[in-house]
């Protein structure tokens, strides 16, 4: 209902630093709560973090001090800086946006293509 399009993936060194954006198309539905997930091979997909719409975040304790996530309203998109980045952070990372529904379309949820992020040793 809702495209959301990332971008910003690519391959880095251990210890670099790369900035995933995601953007939302233009609707009549209001943006609630975004964020990341990712998913490396051959495990399940797993949440990266969360921020709420007035900015209230939450990361996972695997990427806590090294990821940040952000979000610009006005340009209904959601952004998560990653640095000190290490090999097992490599995984296709997917972001996600939650719409407040309306009289006629329950809330919902709308997901990103997935852009893959690979760390070097």
């Known amino acids: 209902q809702v495209q959301l399009v990332e971008s910003g993936g690519g391959l880095v060194q251990a210890g670099g630093s790369l900035r995933l954006s995601c953007a939302a198309s233009r609707s009549i539905f209001r943006l609630n709560d975004m964020g990341w997930y990712r998913q490396a091979p051959g495990k399940q997909r797993e949440l990266v973090g969360t921020?709420?719409?007035?900015?209230?975040?939450n990361v996972a304790d695997s990427v806590k001090g090294r990821f940040t996530i952000s979000r610009d309203n006005a340009k209904n998109a959601v952004y998560l800086q990653m640095n000190s980045l290490k090999p097992e952070d490599t995984a296709v990372y997917y972001c996600y946006a939650d719409f407040i529904g309306n009289d006629s379309q329950p809330d919902f949820a709308s997901w990103g293509q997935g852009t893959q992020v690979t760390v070097s040793s």
């Open positions: 921020i709420t719409r007035v900015e209230s975040t």
